[in-house]
C-alpha cells in the first residue's frame, strides 16, 4: 500500500481539463510544499513534470500545473491531448526518518 | 547533458544479493548540489524510493529495506552502487537510478533507463 493516495483513474476528452489528487498526511504533503509529479508512458522512465508543489522544469508545458490545500495535492493538466495518456505519479518529501513517498499512480486516459 | 546508465545482472536467485551499479556521465557525481538513487517498479505496480547517497557517502535508505539495502559510491568513476541482500520474487522490478535534489531528496529531475531484475531460480 502506498503512503500517497492517488484515483487509479482518470479520463478525459481532448480539450478537457482533468485533475489527479495525491492525498497524504500531515507528516508529508501537509508539512512540506515538496510534492512532485511525475509523467511515465509504457515502457520508459518517469519524467518530472511539476515540481515544489507548482514548478515546472524547463521543457514541460504549460498545460500542466499543480497545486496544494492541506494534506493534498493537484495536478490538472489542461487542453488534454493524446500524448497525456500516460501514469502520473506524485512524490512528497515525508521528513528524516521517511524520507520520501511515492503515490500508488493514477493512470490517465485521453477518450 | 546528464545521462545515467544503470548495469547487473538481469536474474538473480532466491536468497542471494542483488548488485546494480549506475554510471552517471555528461556531469559530477562530487557535485554539492544532489544526491543520488535507487527507485523500483514491480511489474505493472508504482514506484518505490529505495534509497539515496550523496558524494561524501552519506547515505538515506527507505525503512521499509533498510535492513537488506547499501548504497555506495565511487566518485573516481562517478558511479553509485546498490546492493540488496536475501532477495524473494517480491523484489522482481525493474530498478531505476536518478539523480535528486540535495537537501531534501526530491524532486527527482533525472532518471536512468531503468534495468529488469527478475528474483528466480
Known amino acids: ?111 | 547533458q546528464l545521462q545515467l546508465q544503470e548495469s547487473g545482472p538481469g536474474l538473480v536467485k532466491p536468497s542471494e544479493t542483488l548488485s546494480l551499479t549506475c554510471t552517471v556521465s555528461g556531469g559530477s557525481i562530487s557535485s554539492s548540489s544532489y544526491y543520488w538513487g535507487w527507485i523500483r517498479q514491480p511489474p505493472g505496480k508504482g514506484l518505490e524510493w529505495i534509497g539515496s547517497i550523496y558524494y561524501s557517502g552519506s547515505t538515506y535508505y527507505n525503512p521499509s529495506l533498510k535492513s537488506r539495502v547499501t548504497i555506495s559510491v565511487d566518485t573516481s568513476k562517478n558511479q553509485f552502487s546498490l546492493k540488496l541482500s536475501s532477495v524473494t520474487a517480491a523484489d522482481t522490478a525493474v530498478y531505476y537510478c536518478a539523480r535528486q535534489t540535495n537537501g531534501w531528496l526530491v524532486p527527482i529531475d533525472y532518471w536512468g533507463q531503468g534495468t529488469l531484475v527478475t528474483v528466480s531460480s
Open chain 1, 1 to 111: 500500500q502506498s503512503a500517497l493516495t492517488q484515483p487509479a483513474s482518470v479520463s478525459g476528452s481532448p480539450g478537457q481539463s482533468i485533475t489527479i489528487s495525491c492525498t497524504g498526511t500531515s507528516s508529508d504533503v501537509g508539512s512540506y510544499n515538496l510534492v512532485s509529479w511525475y509523467q511515465q508512458h509504457p515502457g520508459k522512465a518517469p519524467k518530472l513534470m511539476i515540481y515544489e508543489g507548482s514548478k515546472r522544469p524547463s521543457g514541460v508545458s504549460n498545460r500542466f500545473s499543480g497545486s496544494k490545500s492541506g494534506n493534498t495535492a493537484s495536478l490538472t493538466i489542461s487542453g488534454l491531448q493524446a500524448e497525456d495518456e500516460a501514469d502520473y505519479y506524485c512524490c512528497s518529501y515525508a521528513g528524516s526518518s521517511t524520507y520520501v513517498v511515492f503515490g500508488g499512480g493514477t493512470k490517465l486516459t485521453v477518450l
